[in-house]
């Protein structure tokens, strides 16, 4: 079995835990990779995490970001997330808990018994192009946040129009992303159990409410009146556009699948305060 790990780059209790558990993995005739950042710092050698979808799991160590980064390369392999970060919905394990844990998988995969969750994941598409997808959320925006920097926007749901306004952009959030940037542009809760895209645009002028739709519906967000506009891939610029320009965003595979035990949603949104 091979064990990829990504832990947290600059954080030296990050770093300790991934020599602890590379020692552990190894005793327990596991390989292991390391992702270059955590190589670096272990003073080993390392591989991009681009090649950690060749592993049989991989371990995440750090806050949301550090596991939505080892995602990125993970692509459906599974992911244990252990939790260094104040919030940690996407990491559900303590670092006190995180051998136990991460051994205990090694077993179960061996055993046959390896059980994962599968969570959706979207992308953005336009004409002759496919953007990165996403695990938390699609924006697409004008050039810039604030006064002057946005754009006109149509917000279209499987082809029915439903809204149509001046806004800084939309958003569409997973239910993962729901407790993310569109928490903070006041969009809804998703329980992870519920299946459902969310549509929020950013501080519209005229707009609708944020809106939960049915998970293989297709929103096309229209943008006009801005020199630029640009979509961004879970905080990450995946293309600049040229209004008018028209993006389609939809459920995309493959789903991130989610090894371990699951975090207690209630309790972590506690944290939120």
Known sequence: MNVGIV????????????????????????????????AEALDAEGSPVSRFAECDLVVSIGGDGTFLFAARGAQDTPILGVN?????????VSPEDAIGAVLAEV??????????????????????????????????????????????????????????SDADGVLVATPTGSTAYNLSEYGPLVHPQIEGLVVNEMCADDGMPPIVVPPDSEVTVAVTGAERAV??????????????????????????RLAGPQSDFFQALEKLD
């Open 231 to 256: 979509v961004v891939s879970d905080g990450r610029i995946s293309r600049e556009l040229a209004p008018p320009a028209e993006v389609r965003i939809a459920t995309s595979g493959p789903p991130m």
């Open 84 to 92: 260094l970060g104040e919030v940690g919905f996407l990491n559900a």
């Open 7 to 38: 832990a947290q780059r600059g954080n030296r209790r990050a770093a300790r835990l991934a020599s602890d558990l590379r020692s552990r993995l190894r005793e327990a005739d596991a390989s292991v990779s390391l992702d270059e950042a955590t």
């Open 107 to 164: 077993e179960a995969f061996r055993a046959g018994d390896f059980e994962v969750r599968e969570v959706p994941r979207i992308a953005a598409r336009g004409d002759g192009w496919w953007g990165e997808p996403a695990a938390n959320e699609i924006v697409v925006q004008g050039p810039r946040r604030g006064r002057g920097g946005g754009a006109r926007v149509e917000v279209r749901v499987d082809g029915s129009l439903y809204s149509e």
